[in-house]
């Protein structure tokens, strides 16, 4: 089965950092530009932020823009989110999603769920004191 697995979350207090790893299972991500999106209890999935192939695009949503940080590293085959300053609006559960670059091209991402072709189970990012 082809999906991205998210990991790294847990309980923060306010002000604190967590960082998310995002990585493929049954593919590599050499061809595949990379989104994070989230979804608090009660509320719309939310785009959160994305890095192009190449990760000379990268995107913030403006809730998260200075505060998070996305990278990849693809020799390791994962994605990274840096997630810094955390507020208890933060809380969610993440998920990672990826989108193939074949028509748009290596420098490209997507803000929008429905270009993603391949999604894994959340992780739980809880943000209180």
């Known amino acids: 089965q082809l999906q991205v697995v998210a990991s790294g979350g847990g309980l923060v207090q306010p002000g604190g950092s967590l960082r998310l790893s995002c990585a493929a299972s049954?593919?590599?991500?050499?061809?595949?530009?990379i989104g994070w999106f989230r979804q608090a209890p009660g509320k719309e999935r939310e785009w959160v932020s994305c890095i192009s192939l190449s990760s000379l695009s990268t995107k913030y949503a403006d809730s998260v823009k200075g505060r998070f940080t996305i990278s990849r590293d693809n020799a390791k085959n994962t994605v990274y989110l840096q997630m810094n300053n955390l507020k208890a609006e933060d809380t969610a559960v993440y998920y990672c999603?990826?989108?193939?670059?074949?028509?748009?091209?290596?420098?490209?991402?997507?803000?929008?769920?429905?270009?993603?072709?391949?999604w894994g189970q959340g992780t739980q990012v809880t943000v209180s004191s």
């Open positions: 999603a990826a989108h193939n670059t074949r028509r748009r091209g290596s420098n490209y991402c997507a803000v929008w769920g429905d270009e993603y072709d391949y």
């Open positions: 049954g593919f590599t991500l050499d061809y595949y530009a």
